[in-house]
Nanobody, 126 residues
Framework: QVQLVESGGGLVQAGGSLRLSCAAS????????MGWFRQAPGKEREFVAA????????YYAHSVKGRFTISRDNVKNTVYLQMNDLKPEDTGVYYC???????????????????WGQGTQVTVSS
């Protein structure tokens, strides 16, 4: 069982930065692929970024590549999402997720993840 708690969301102007954190419980944190997803009002949840410690793979959605960076600290059992040059279209609830996933298809799709945090709101004003 893995429990995830996100923090770090807030209101920021376009062009600004935020860093989200996701603290995880459980002894086997390093075994899990950790992902970030977001959901804007009236839209489906979409993939943002994911990281696998086991094979050092990192994935980003095209819309955030070059602006967002996912990282993790296995000692602190925490995964981070550094978000720079934020845009109004980045607004939404950001969720942290964990799963034992092996393929790119699985790692970038919400339905394969087993554990989810409660979400943190990010609002980017224009």
């Amino acid at each position: 069982q893995v429990q995830l708690v996100e923090s770090g969301g807030g209101l920021v102007q376009a062009g600004g930065s935020l860093r989200l954190s996701c603290a995880a419980s459980g002894r086997t944190f390093s075994s899990y692929v950790m992902g970030w997803f977001r959901q804007a009002p009236g839209k489906e949840r979409e993939f943002v970024a994911a990281h696998s410690w086991s094979d050092a793979s990192t994935y980003y959605a095209h819309s955030v590549k070059g602006r967002f960076t996912i990282s993790r600290d296995n000692v602190k059992n925490t995964v981070y999402l550094q978000m720079n040059d934020l845009k109004p279209e980045d607004t939404g609830v950001y969720y942290c997720a964990a799963g034992l996933l092996h393929s790119i298809v699985q790692r970038t799709a919400s339905r394969w993840y087993d554990y989810w945090g409660q979400g943190t709101q990010v609002t980017v004003s224009s």
